[in-house]
């Protein structure tokens, strides 16, 4: 069936070293990789996203990489910063086009 | 409008009661996804609407829960009967196409609906 696995479920860093969360999916077929933020108490926010016909992917500090072969993708964040702070989900499409995501990394940067 | 609305932001109700969540999803998006969060835990998917029709209901945890979509536009989530562990925010979201591909969800604020 459909499963998308992330890693860790918390992360603490301190500000300006870098963070890594981890997801691996089941399905093949995925195409579509995106990247949600989530502040406490608000809507997910998409930061990223990476289609199938690339390995990598960079927006400033953020960066994510996929790799179909091993059905596994990243999201790194350099120079973290305490607005850093947050919920973090992956997510991969199931079937008929409904997201299936992960349980979700805490994030905490320390000043 | 700018993005996702949902309405109430907040909805605190007995146990047994009926209740209905709406979504307005961004103009011109044609695909319509509800979700729901209980508190510190994931998204969990519930239904999933292209246009009026809903390819996709399997999330629907019992058949208390219902959607509907009507002019390819607002939808209506609806519990009836409440439990309390229905307790959780509804997030709902809307994207461009929903065909199993590589569109971006944009989501709304939530209805966090509290049972008591």
């Known amino acids: 069936g459909e499963n998308v696995e992330q890693h860790p479920s918390t992360l603490s860093v301190q500000e300006g070293d870098s963070a890594v969360i981890k997801c691996t999916y089941s399905?093949?077929?995925?195409?579509?990789f995106p990247w949600y933020k989530q502040e406490l108490g608000k809507r997910p926010q998409l930061i990223i996203d990476?289609?199938?016909?690339?390995g990598e992917k960079k927006d400033q500090r953020i960066a994510v990489t996929l790799n179909k072969t091993a059905k596994h993708f990243s999201l790194h964040i350099t120079e973290t910063q305490p607005e850093d702070s947050a919920v973090y989900f992956c997510?991969?499409?199931?079937?008929?086009?409904?997201?299936?995501f992960g349980q979700g990394t805490e994030l905490s940067v320390k000043p | 409008g700018a993005g996702v609305s949902q309405s109430p932001s907040n909805k605190v109700t007995e146990k047994g009661k009926d209740v209905e969540l709406r979504c307005d999803p961004i103009?011109?998006?044609?695909?319509l996804y509800w979700y729901r969060q209980s508190l510190g835990q994931g998204l969990e998917f519930l239904i999933y609407?292209?246009?009026?029709?809903?390819?996709?209901k399997s999330g629907l945890p019992s058949d208390r829960f219902s959607a509907e979509r009507t002019g390819g536009s607002v939808s209506t989530l609806t519990i009836q009967r409440t439990q309390q562990e229905d307790s959780a925010v509804y997030l709902c979201?809307?994207?461009?196409?929903?065909?199993?591909?590589?569109?971006?969800?944009?989501f709304g604020d939530g209805t966090r609906l509290s049972i008591l």
């Open positions: 979201a809307s994207s461009l196409v929903g065909t199993a591909s590589n569109q971006p969800q944009h």
């Open positions: 399905d093949s077929a995925s195409n579509y």
């Open positions: 990476i289609r199938s016909n690339v």
């Open positions: 997510a991969a499409p199931g079937e008929g086009g409904k997201l299936i």
């Open positions: 103009s011109g998006h044609t695909a």
């Open positions: 609407f292209q246009g009026n029709s809903a390819p996709d």
